[in-house]
């Protein structure tokens, strides 16, 4: 059973900063899609940022283009998530996910943000930020 863990969220004031990391045992993440997700209460659960594997392509949601950035961190071996000048909107419980196709967006093949298309999932870690 491949298990995701999520950290590195916390309450910060707009403007702040945070990074999460995702990492997983016995399960090699730098071979599959990775998937940044997040969900607030009474919303859907939206993909913001997918890596992917060989080439490391990246992909970013409108609303988090250009303060969002997802990398892989070989010595802890995990797949961050820098988010810079977060916003109130942000707040959200972010989640990690893995095991997805690629996909056609925009003209670029990239790992999807279906969060249908993705089969393993962590427990999420919690961003608030506050105005």
């Known amino acids: 059973q491949v298990q995701l863990v999520e950290s590195g969220g916390g309450s910060v004031q707009a403007g702040g900063s945070l990074r999460l990391s995702c990492a997983a045992a016995?399960?090699?993440?730098?071979?599959?899609?990775l998937g940044w997700f997040r969900q607030a209460p009474e919303k859907e659960r939206e993909g913001v940022a997918t890596l992917r594997p060989v080439i490391w392509n990246t992909y970013y949601s409108d609303n988090v283009k250009g303060r969002f950035s997802i990398s892989r961190n070989n010595v802890n071996r995990t797949v961050d998530l820098q988010m810079r000048d977060l916003k109130p909107e942000d707040s959200a419980m972010y989640y990690c996910?893995?095991?997805?196709?690629?996909?056609?967006?925009?003209?670029?093949?990239?790992?999807?943000?279906?969060?249908?298309?993705?089969?393993?999932w962590g427990q999420g870690t919690q961003v608030a930020v506050s105005s």
């Open positions: 996910a893995s095991g997805a196709g690629l996909s056609t967006v925009a003209g670029r093949l990239v790992c999807g943000v279906d969060p249908q298309s993705y089969r393993y």
């Open positions: 016995e399960y090699n993440i730098f071979e599959h899609c």
